[in-house]
């Protein structure tokens, strides 16, 4: 089955650390794959995507993921957080096919303390 | 360019009533997408469509649950009757024609079923 697990309910880190989000899919083959940000009673940010070619993907707001086939990840960085980083963080998977319907992760809350 | 326009952003209902949210995706976009987020878990797909036709309904809880994309612009999702667990926020998303394509997604509506 089609699954995308996101293994950190909720994450806190102190300002200007450095932060991983965990997203590990399983799928039948090599998906799409993307990290959403989610703020309070906002809808859906793209942060970043993966379709092929580099497996070090840059995004938007410093964060970067690294996708890594072998473990069937695409973890989420960024070296210095920031307190607007503050959010619900979600994992994706999509069908390489017209189709585009995405798979989301149980999502992750990034808590942020000064 | 406008974003995706969803309304009404929060609506509160009694079960057994009737709701409908109306979504107007970013212009040109072919494909649009309902999702269910229930709080504590990500987006589930509820219907797509490309253009005017549903592409994807399956976990569409058809005897309750109605959505239509006339003239393939903006759609319209209605729930009849309403019940307790439909308590969720309902988002909108759009994309463009290829597989794969980044969604775009609206503030959502925030739906309370008492």
């Known amino acids: 089955a089609q699954s995308v697990t996101q293994p950190d309910i909720h994450i806190t880190v102190s300002e200007g650390a450095s932060l991983e989000l965990r997203c590990n899919y399983s799928?039948?083959?090599?998906?799409?794959l993307f990290w959403y940000v989610q703020s309070p009673g906002q809808g859906l940010q793209l942060l970043l995507k993966?379709?092929?070619?580099?497996?070090l993907v840059q995004g938007i707001k410093g964060f970067e993921a690294e996708f890594k086939r072998s473990q069937s990840s695409f973890n989420l960085r960024k070296p210095s957080v920031h307190w607007s980083d503050a959010a619900e963080y979600f994992c994706?998977?999509?069908?390489?096919?017209?189709?585009?319907?995405?798979?989301f992760g149980q999502g992750t809350t990034l808590q942020v303390k000064p | 360019e406008a974003g995706v326009a969803q309304s009404p952003r929060y609506k509160i209902i009694e079960k057994r009533q009737s709701v409908a949210f109306w979504c107007n995706p970013i212009?040109?976009?072919?494909?649009l997408y309902w999702y269910q987020q229930i709080l504590g878990q990500g987006p589930k797909l509820l219907i797509q469509?490309?253009?005017?036709?549903?592409?994807?309904d399956s976990q569409l809880p058809k005897d309750r649950f109605s959505a239509e994309r006339l003239k393939g612009v903006d759609s319209t999702l209605k729930i009849q009757p309403a019940k307790l667990e439909d308590s969720a926020v309902y988002l909108c998303?759009?994309?463009?024609?290829?597989?794969?394509?980044?969604?775009?997604f609206g503030p959502g509506t925030r739906l309370t079923v008492t």
């Open positions: 998303a759009s994309s463009g024609n290829r597989g794969g394509s980044e969604q775009y």
């Open positions: 994706a998977v999509g069908a390489r096919s017209n189709t585009g319907k995405l798979i």
């Open positions: 212009s040109g976009h072919a494909t």
């Open positions: 993966y379709f092929s070619g580099d497996t």
């Open positions: 469509f490309q253009n005017n036709g549903v592409v994807d």
């Open positions: 799928y039948g083959a090599t998906p799409y």
